[in-house]
Every structure is written in C-alpha cells, then in structure tokens.
C-alpha cells in the first residue's frame, strides 16, 4: 500500500449482458473512486525532504547567539509525523471546495501556492463573498515556528487545531465539525485515501486535522536562490559566489549590525532567525509568546493581536511573524496587508517605527525612541534584493503541493 495510490482501488466488474422476455439487464462497471483526483501512480516525497546543512545545523559565529539551526525549532508532535500517504490526503483536503457551506471555497483558496501559499488580496474572501478580518499568512516553512502556535494572534495552540478553524469561521468556510465529517464521509474518494494515511477508512474531524497538519509541514522552502548560493560556502555572512555584488551587500546589511541613530546596533536577523527565516527566538525563559510588537502602530485599537488570546497586557500589538521564505512574491504584507511592496516594509522599519507602549529592544533605542537605522537609497535597494533570493520558484510549481482536482 505504500507506493500505490490507485492499484488498489480500481475494482474491475465484467459487463455482464443478458436477455429476457422483458429487457435487456446489465451490471455497470464500477467506478474509480479516485477519477476525478490527478493522483501518481507512486506517492510524492512528503516524509523525507531533504533538508540542506544549512537547515540542520548553525553556522553562525557565537557573536550570534540568538542563532540556531532551523532543525531546532520543528513543531512537528510526535504523534503525527509527516507520511506521504496523510499529506496525500492532506493535500486533496486542502483543495477540496467541496468543504464549505456552498461548495465555492477551500483552504487553498486563501493560501494559493503560487504566491507562497498566501493571498495576493488584502482580506481574503469568504464562502459567501465576506472577508476575513486579517491579511492570510504564508504557510512556506510553518513547521519550523518555535513555539507551534499558529494565527497572527496565535489563538491555536497547535497547527493541528489551526486547521480545523477555518472550516467553522462564519466567514471563510462556514461549517460545522460534525457537517465537515459529514461531507467528507459522503465523497467517493476519501474512504480509500483515509484507508492509506491511517490504515482505516473511518474518518473524523481529528483524521483531516492531522492530514492537512502533515501536507503544510511538507512545504518547506530548500531551492531558492539562497539556498543554492549557500552550498558554495561555509558561513551564511560568507560572501555568496552565487550572489550579486548587490545581493551580498544586502545579505550583510539583514545578517551584520547595522548602527542606528542611537548608537545602538541592531540587525534584520534577530528578529528573522535562522535559515528558515523564522520569527524572532528568545534564548532563556519566555511567557507567553516569543512575538514581538513592531510598532506598525503607536497605540492598538481595533486589533491587539496576541492579547486577544492570551489577554496579558504585555501582548497588546503583537502579530506572529511567518517566515520570510518567498517573501518577495507575496504581498501585501503585515497582519493587515497595510504594504504594498517591499520597498515599503524596508522603509518602515527604515524611518517608520512608531513608539507604541509595548515597543522592545532592539527595535527601542537606549535613547527611549524607535530605533532609526537611516540606510540610503542604495542599501535599500539591496535589502530588497536579498530579501528576493528567498523566492523558492521550483516549491512554488511543484506538482506535489498544486491542486489535485482534474476539475
């Protein structure tokens, strides 16, 4: 059962035709309950992509303390490893329209692949033509998010919850756990492919979380630009042969520190960490969140984030931050998709930090002032352009995380 998808699950029924006093009687073939999937004949590689060294161990020098390896921050529980056989069925679940109140949505429909499964909308548009109350986030690289809590306000505490609320948002999908059972219980093709990922056929709303929790920690970001460069040499801050001059300048400008007005120093990558480009780690004890407030904003007022969660004053105007891997191909950006461009995320945190309440070092100066790291033109610009080596175009076609329907 491990390598075929379809073998079997074809049954084959001779036509039998015979002739009465009456009429004519027959016995149809029976269908493929997978003819209508674009399934292969041998399943995709999900469980076992190979990660880079640079994703499985650090090598950044100990003047980085807040460094690690990507590796070190996989949310993946123990109990739902990825298997090519879950993420199969987690991938036909994710694009499954066929899983909202009126058939006209599914998961894929605000997590697109080909911009980094994200929305090229600011707010995302719901079954009945309503729209979510934030920007949708990129899934690229989900599985190394230290802490495993998932949203931009991290209300779920697990990608496996994560998964299943979306199906029951009034806006996005508007179902029911036992009605998402229900439809799922009553399609042709989800019996054989639950059959596959669990060894039965039996099908609960628990199943389809950890199924589609296993398809997106399958979409890890490793053929990028970056990561191709990086096998040429030993340190991330080496200079990339593989770079342009430009694109080297901005590697040293998002990894080096970099001296702001207040004297202090400060660089892109303690906020980003790792090679997965992860959001920020602390390295003792942390509460709550490791999240910080950016100061997108001087005083929260419609939408105070994590606090929303976890109603700990501290957290007010904290979002999580996804990873930064295809970054460049999935605008708008920030919880509320207010930037357009890149140019204008470098620019913000260039001149554009605001001093709100909960603002932390490093993006505080010892001044008591937001940080200003008054980078010119070219800087920049080069900023961007490494932030575009991140782009991953092979993950972004790749025929295993691409819609499964023929239809």
């Not at 993420?87 to 679940?93: E, I, P, Q, S």
């Not at 001296?259 to 997965?276: I, Q």
Request: aromatic content about 10%; proline content about 6%.
């Amino acid at each position: 059962m491990k390598k075929a998808v379809v073998s079997c699950l074809i049954i084959f029924l001779l036509l039998m035709v015979g002739c009465s006093e009456d009429s004519d009687t027959y016995t149809p073939i029976e269908q493929d309950p997978l003819e209508d999937l674009n399934l292969p004949n041998e399943y995709f590689n999900y469980a076992n992509i190979p990660l880079p060294a640079h994703y499985t161990s650090n090598a950044f020098s100990s003047q980085s303390p807040f460094q690690h390896a990507a590796i070190d921050f996989d949310n993946t529980p123990a109990n739902n490893p990825i298997t090519d056989e879950g993420a199969t069925l987690g991938r036909v679940l994710f694009y499954d329209k066929k899983l909202s109140a009126n058939g006209t949505v599914a998961c894929a429909s605000c997590h697109k692949q080909e911009v980094g499964f994200s929305d090229t909308d600011v707010l995302s548009e719901g079954f009945d033509g309503g729209r979510t109350r934030r920007h949708s986030m990129g899934l690229t690289n989900a599985r190394f998010y230290y802490t495993g809590k998932f949203f931009w306000d991290e209300r779920a505490a697990t990608l496996e919850d994560q998964v299943l609320m979306p199906f029951q948002d009034e806006v996005e999908m508007g179902l029911t756990i036992p009605k998402l059972e229900e439809i799922v219980r009553n399609e042709s093709y989800y019996p054989p492919l639950f059959e596959a990922a669990f060894g039965t056929e039996t099908i609960s709303s628990e199943k389809i979380g950890r199924a589609l929790s296993q398809f997106i920690r399958s979409m890890v970001s490793t053929t990028s630009k970056y990561d191709i460069a990086r096998s040429e040499v030993q340190s991330p801050t080496d200079n990339f042969p593989g770079f342009t001059q430009e694109e080297n300048q901005g590697k040293s400008l998002f990894y080096l520190p970099i001296t702001t007005t207040s004297g202090d120093r400060v660089n892109c990558s303690g906020c980003h960490v790792s090679e997965a480009f992860v959001g920020p780690i602390p390295n003792g004890p942390f509460g709550t969140t490791t999240s910080v407030t950016n100061g997108l904003d001087a005083v929260s007022t419609d939408d105070l984030g994590i606090n929303e969660t976890t109603n700990n004053a501290n957290d007010i105007g904290k979002f999580k931050a996804p990873s930064l891997r295809n970054i460049s191909i999935r605008p708008p950006y920030m919880h509320d998709g207010r930037f357009a461009t890149l140019k204008e995320v470098v620019e913000f945190y260039n001149s554009g930090i605001q001093k709100h309440t909960n603002l932390r070092p490093p993006l505080l100066g010892s001044d008591d002032n937001p940080i200003r790291l008054n980078l010119n033109q070219a800087q920049k610009d080069a900023l961007v352009a490494f932030l575009e080596t991140l782009t991953d175009y092979e993950m972004l076609s790749d025929e295993k995380y691409s819609d499964p329907f023929k239809n």
